[in-house]
Structures are given as structure tokens and as C-alpha cells.
Nanobody, 124 residues
Framework: QVQLVESGGGLVQAGGSLRLSCAAS????????VGWFRQAPGKERGFVAG????????YYADFVKGRFTISRDNAKNTVYLQMNSLKPEDTAIYYC?????????????????WGQGTQVTVSS
């Protein structure tokens, strides 16, 4: 059974940084894609960034390009989302998700496994 556990959320001022972690367990993830999604109150859950575990290929939503960086640590089975220059509109619950895929998937419906989410709040 695949398990994904997010951590690293919190309260930060605008312009600050946070690093989210997604610890994965339950199987070998070399053929998986891991994505970060976020959901603000009253809004749908949307794609933020994704990475393929084996090749490390990445893809970002336009609104985070240049500010967020996704990476993975194979030895720790962990995917990170480094978030810099945070804005109040980045406030949301952030989820990591995984799917068996060698390309980055951006559709929420493509993902089979989800973590419980971690709250990120950016104050102005």
C-alpha cells in the first residue's frame, strides 16, 4: 500500500519561504510521477508541480515558475517542494500525490495515491 505523508507547512509572511516534504513508502517509486497540488477554500484542487522519480523531469504550473522548485531524494524516498517569494494567494492546503507514470501528469484525476495535506498560510 502506497503511503504519502506531507510535512513542512506553516505560517509565513509574504516574501518568505517554506519547504514541503512528501515522504513516500510502500513500494519502489522508480516508475512513478509525484505531483504537488493545492486547494484554497472554495476552490478546486489544482496542479502546482510534478517530477518523475527516475529521470527527475519536472513541470510547473505557470503561476509558480521561478518561485517554486520540486526535487527528490531517492535515498530518502522523499519529494520536496521549495517555495520562495511566497504570496498571500499561495495560501492553501498542499497535497502530494503519486501515479505510475514516466511523464509528469498535471491532471488531478490521473493520480492514484494522495497524502493528507499540509496547510500553508501566507500573511500579507
Amino acid at each position: 500500500q502506497v503511503q504519502l505523508v506531507e510535512s513542512g507547512g506553516g505560517l509565513v509572511q509574504a516574501g518568505g519561504s517554506l519547504r514541503l516534504s512528501c515522504a513516500a513508502s510502500g513500494r519502489t517509486f522508480s516508475s512513478y510521477c509525484v505531483g504537488w497540488f493545492r486547494q484554497a477554500p472554495g476552490k478546486e484542487r489544482g496542479f502546482v508541480a510534478g517530477i518523475t522519480w527516475s529521470a527527475g523531469s519536472t513541470y510547473y504550473a505557470d503561476f509558480v515558475k521561478g518561485r517554486f522548485t520540486i526535487s527528490r531524494d531517492n535515498a530518502k524516498n522523499t519529494v520536496y517542494l521549495q517555495m520562495n517569494s511566497l504570496k498571500p494567494e499561495d495560501t492553501a492546503i498542499y497535497y502530494c500525490a503519486a501515479v505510475l507514470s514516466r511523464v509528469v501528469r498535471t491532471s488531478r484525476q490521473s493520480y492514484d495515491y494522495w497524502g493528507q495535506g499540509t496547510q500553508v498560510t501566507v500573511s500579507s
